[in-house]
């Protein structure tokens, strides 16, 4: 796996290494040891997967807080998103400031986003879906969020925002 960090401390764009020959290809998308070797909290404990039917659907900005921290690794599946984390740890020197990737299902790029990050994606084409891995179990009473349109932010989306 080949691991980008972003500008944001421990977040990063993990790309499989594709082992590939006339039928095709293999790549790993999760090692423990390289997890490790990098200083990503290698805890999975929950997964999930996000349909969304509609181009321009956004879901986020959300995270959970202490002591429900999590850790994510995002994948898309099917279709195409654009990817936002953005960094809320208030002693971190990219507090407020946010990255953006595109994820999708032919690219099998993934986003590990760190304790301390919101997270949320708007889908580029109809039809599109997220594979989530969590280090930590769903806390509805840790569940929060930012929205996805705050001025502090200034996250700039690509396309017309639909519900």
Known sequence: MLFTETK???AFIIEPERLEDMRGFFARIWCQREFEAHGLNQRLVQCNISFNRKKGTLRGMHYQS???????????TMGAI???????RSQSPTFKQ?????????NRKMLYIPEGL??????LVDNTEVFY???ELYHPESARGVRWDD???EIKWPLK???
């Open 151 to 153: 001025p502090a932010f």
């Open 66 to 76: 202490e002591p429900h921290n999590e850790a994510k690794l995002v994948r898309c």
């Open 98 to 106: 946010w990255v953006a990737v595109e994820l999708t299902a032919e």
């Open 8 to 10: 944001l401390k421990g």
């Open 118 to 123: 919101a997270h949320g994606f708007q889908t």
């Open 133 to 135: 891995q969590m280090s």
């Open 161 to 163: 925002v639909i519900w």
């Open 82 to 88: 654009y990817d936002v984390i953005l960094d809320l």
